[in-house]
């Protein structure tokens, strides 16, 4: 069983940075794709930035593009999210997810998703 576990999150001012990584068992990376997604207080989840098995494809949400980083560290079986100029938008519990994935895709759909983490909150004061 794939398990995911999500560290990193925490307390940073508006414009401050932020690298959550999620650290994964049970299974590699090469198998797996990972997606990270966040909830705020009655909001919906909302898929933010993912990264393929292989060949490193990534994706990102509009809202994220250009601020949020994805990487991979497949010696250390770990997917990290740097967040750079975060707002206080971006505060809400962050979560990575992992689906089996032919090489080359990842997916932003909640829905498509197998496994997940606990998630970590992230929270950004003004």
């Known amino acids: 069983q794939l398990q995911l576990e999500e560290s990193g999150g925490g307390l940073v001012q508006s414009g401050g940075s932020l690298r959550l990584s999620c650290a994964v068992s049970?299974?590699?990376?090469?198998?797996?794709?990972i997606a990270w997604f966040r909830q705020a207080p009655g909001k919906e989840r909302e898929g933010l930035s993912c990264?393929?098995?292989?060949?490193?494809?990534?994706a990102y949400a509009d809202s994220v593009k250009g601020r949020f980083t994805i990487s991979r560290d497949v010696a250390k079986n770990t997917v990290s999210l740097q967040m750079n100029s975060l707002t206080p938008d971006d505060t809400a519990v962050y979560y990575c997810?992992?689906?089996?994935?032919?090489?080359?895709?990842?997916?932003?759909?909640?829905?498509?998703?197998?496994?997940w983490g606990q998630g970590t909150q992230v929270t950004v004061s003004s």
């Open positions: 997810a992992a689906r089996h994935t032919p090489p080359g895709q990842c997916f932003l759909n909640r829905g498509r998703m197998h496994f």
């Open positions: 049970g299974g590699t990376l090469d198998t797996y794709s």
């Open positions: 990264i393929s098995r292989s060949e490193g494809f990534t």
